[in-house]
Each structure stands twice: as structure tokens, then as C-alpha cells.
């Protein structure tokens, strides 16, 4: 089990929003900066969100992160075929003197 | 352009050692901490480990499911990322990734992998 929980799976269909949750708590997410990847098949994963809700240069705006407490979120809105990828979640834990990810949620549009 | 190119990987008996590089250009790279994380195939990522900038002379963390097999060091002068990976299992079969760690923010740039895989 990773020490991030994310669900395993979303799905949405073109044009939707969609969010994916990551919970965690005070000794990381609680803490800490969340950061958010996209995976998509067979590729390495690229930063989509930092800081909790900062977007790097090239990521739509359609993307967007927010943190509250010991949670955070990743929210996707206008749903596109080609936002179908895997998404992590990432925090550093001060207990665990490491950085923690979530298990990924698999994301299919319909 | 940020570009981080890792190299070394292959097929290894359990018990094995295996040393991975990772080539840096396009940024500082003595600057920054620096992230070896993997995944094994159909699942996750997985943190392995990570080794801090001059600045924070070099030291050094490690997940526990690695800790005392595998090491991290860089040399700076060549902008090179290293993985000494040791007493090797089954279990270390993954893709690992190279990442770049900019202070207080988090992994930004990723490597595309090299395979690591621990078969008999």
C-alpha cells in the first residue's frame, strides 16, 4: 500500500470535469508541497502540478491542484481523449525521511 | 533544454550488482538535488532515494526497501547522477528514472529510464 492513497481509477467523458483526490497525512501531505504527474503509456512522467497548485509553462490551464489540511486534488476540466494517462500525487515525509507518491489513478475518457 | 539520460541498465542474476548513470545537461547541475525512483512494471512509482546538491554536502537518503544495498553519488564535475545497486532481488526489476530536484520544489524533469531486470 502507498502512503498517498489515490483511487485506482476516474473516468469522464469529452469535455467533463473529473477530479482525482490524494490523501495523505500531517507527516506529508500535511506538511509539505504536493506535487502532481501525468503518465501516459509507455513514457516517463511529466510534472503537470507544483507546489500544490502551480502550473509549469505548457501545462493547459485545464489542469489545476489545490491542498487542504492533509488532502489534496487534481482537477481536470474540458476533458480531452488525450488526457487518458496515469496520475500521481508526491510529498516529501518528514517521518519517513523520504518522498512518498500515491498508487496512481488510471484516468479513461469514455 | 533540461535533459537527463540514464544508462547502465540490464539483465542481472539475483545476488548481482548493477551501476547506473545518469547524464545531465542543460541546467546546473551541481545546483540541484537529485532523485533516483523507480517502477516495476504495471505498478507505481517508487521513491528509491535521493542525493543533495554541494551546498548540503552530498548527503544522502534512501527508502528503506534499498537502504544498505544501494548507493547514490554524483560527480559534479562530469554533471553525472550514479546508482550503485547491490545484493540485488527479484523485486528490484523496475525501470529507474532519473529525476531532477530543484530546492523546495519538489521532482520537476525526469530521465526516460533505464530497465533493471533481476531474473536467474
Known amino acids: 500500500q502507498s502512503v498517498l492513497t489515490q483511487p485506482p481509477s476516474a473516468s469522464g467523458t469529452p469535455g467533463q470535469r473529473v477530479t482525482i483526490s490524494c490523501s495523505g497525512s500531517s507527516s506529508n501531505i500535511g506538511s509539505s508541497i504536493v506535487n502532481w504527474y501525468q503518465q501516459l503509456p509507455g513514457t516517463a512522467p511529466k510534472l503537470l502540478i507544483y507546489?500544490?497548485?502551480q502550473r509549469p509553462s505548457g501545462v493547459p490551464d485545464r489542469f489545476s491542484g489545490s491542498k487542504s489540511g492533509t488532502s489534496a486534488s487534481l482537477a481536470i476540466s474540458g476533458l480531452q481523449s488525450e488526457d487518458e494517462a496515469d496520475y500521481y500525487c508526491?510529498?516529501?515525509?518528514?517521518?519517513?525521511?523520504?518522498?512518498?507518491f500515491g498508487g496512481g489513478t488510471k484516468l479513461t475518457v469514455l | 533544454e533540461v535533459q537527463l539520460v540514464e544508462s547502465g541498465g540490464g539483465l542481472v542474476q539475483p545476488g548481482g550488482s548493477l551501476r547506473l548513470s545518469c547524464a545531465a545537461s542543460?541546467?546546473?547541475?551541481?545546483?540541484?538535488?537529485m532523485d533516483w525512483v523507480r517502477q516495476a512494471p504495471g505498478k507505481g512509482l517508487e521513491w528509491v532515494g535521493l542525493i543533495r546538491n554541494k551546498a548540503d554536502s552530498h548527503t544522502t537518503e534512501y527508502a528503506a526497501s534499498v537502504k544498505g544495498r544501494f548507493t547514490m553519488s554524483r560527480d559534479d564535475s562530469k554533471n553525472s547522477l550514479y546508482l550503485q545497486m547491490n545484493s540485488l532481488k527479484i523485486e528490484d526489476t523496475a525501470i529507474y528514472y532519473c529525476?531532477?530536484?530543484?530546492?523546495?520544489?519538489?521532482?520537476?524533469?525526469w530521465g526516460q529510464g533505464t530497465l533493471v531486470t533481476v531474473s536467474p
Open positions: 507546489i500544490n497548485d
Open positions: 542543460g541546467f546546473t547541475f551541481s545546483d540541484h538535488h
Open positions: 529525476a531532477r530536484v530543484p530546492r523546495g520544489k519538489g521532482v520537476d524533469y
Open positions: 508526491a510529498a516529501w515525509d518528514a517521518s519517513l525521511n523520504g518522498r512518498v
